[in-house]
């Protein structure tokens, strides 16, 4: 099984970009598909992006379209959220998972097997 470390976080003004990384340690992360998710205070996780384990196929949530992109390096078992035109409202712990049916995305937080510690994202003037 796999270990998750996200890192890139930090304190963006709006309008602003951020690279977010997840690590993976284990040897069969590229058999996995890997989501982000991302929780701000008071509210539940939701989920932003997702890529197979191939990398072929992607899904991202609306509000975010356009704006993010989630790519993998299966090489370096690394997976990457680049954000873009960050708004206040993307302010949130960002949490990378790992979902060992690596062939299907899923947008549930259920489906994923392993997760990170989570990264602060706070898109602030």
């Known amino acids: 099984q796999v270990q998750l470390v996200e890192s890139g976080g930090g304190l963006v003004q709006p309008g602003g970009s951020l690279r977010l990384s997840c690590a993976a340690s284990?040897?069969?992360?590229?058999?996995?598909?890997m989501g982000w998710f991302r929780q701000a205070p008071g509210k539940e996780r939701e989920f932003v992006a997702a890529?197979?384990?191939?990398?072929?196929?992607?899904y991202y949530t609306d509000s975010v379209k356009g704006r993010f992109t989630i790519s993998r390096d299966n090489a370096k078992n690394t997976v990457y959220l680049q954000l873009n035109s960050l708004k206040p409202e993307d302010t949130a712990v960002y949490y990378c998972?790992?979902?060992?049916?690596?062939?299907?995305?899923?947008?549930?937080?259920?489906?994923?097997?392993?997760w990170g510690q989570g990264t602060q994202v706070t898109v602030s003037s």
């Open positions: 284990g040897r069969t992360f590229s058999s996995y598909a």
């Open positions: 890529i197979s384990w191939s990398g072929g196929s992607t």
């Open positions: 998972a790992a979902d060992n049916f690596g062939e299907v995305i899923s947008t549930t937080p259920s489906s994923y097997d392993v």
